[in-house]
């Protein structure tokens, strides 16, 4: 999973020629760091279809805000440089997205 920051955010998520899931989250989340294994295969399981990014929101609070993210845990899919859909509290299950990434490929 490709580490994201205000400097590399362009060239791996707008730039990128496989759709792009980033996953925004916080070192004081629990729901977030309980999750991070799981997506971590999911991760695996769509490697060379699907670019998997973490953006840790504690760290680039500007982007998070341009992002219009209000809390965590929260993921973003990206399609062709363009937002497809969100997830973020309490409906961020590995299911949804799962479904979100297969939707992603459609």
Same mark, same amino acid.
Request: hydrophobic share 40%; glycine share 8%.
């Given at each position: 999973m490709v580490e994201l920051d205000k400097d590399n955010f362009e060239t791996e998520v707008m730039q990128s020629v496989l759709p792009v899931i980033v996953d925004l989250w916080g070192p004081k989340c629990g729901p977030?760091? &309980?999750l991070l294994p799981q997506? @971590?295969?999911l &991760?695996? @399981?769509f490697e060379g279809k699907i #670019?998997?990014?973490k953006l840790n929101v504690a760290e680039n609070r500007r982007l998070v805000i341009s992002l219009k993210v209000m809390g965590v845990p929260t993921f973003l899919f990206y399609k062709g440089g363009e937002q497809k859909d969100r997830l973020s509290g309490g409906d961020v299950t590995v299911e949804g997205i799962r479904q #979100? &990434? @297969?939707s992603l490929l459609a």
């Amino acid at each position: 999973m490709v580490e994201l920051d205000k400097d590399n955010f362009e060239t791996e998520v707008m730039q990128s020629v496989l759709p792009v899931i980033v996953d925004l989250w916080g070192p004081k989340c629990g729901p977030c760091l &309980a999750l991070l294994p799981q997506v @971590e295969e999911l &991760a695996k @399981e769509f490697e060379g279809k699907i #670019r998997f990014c973490k953006l840790n929101v504690a760290e680039n609070r500007r982007l998070v805000i341009s992002l219009k993210v209000m809390g965590v845990p929260t993921f973003l899919f990206y399609k062709g440089g363009e937002q497809k859909d969100r997830l973020s509290g309490g409906d961020v299950t590995v299911e949804g997205i799962r479904q #979100r &990434a @297969e939707s992603l490929l459609a």
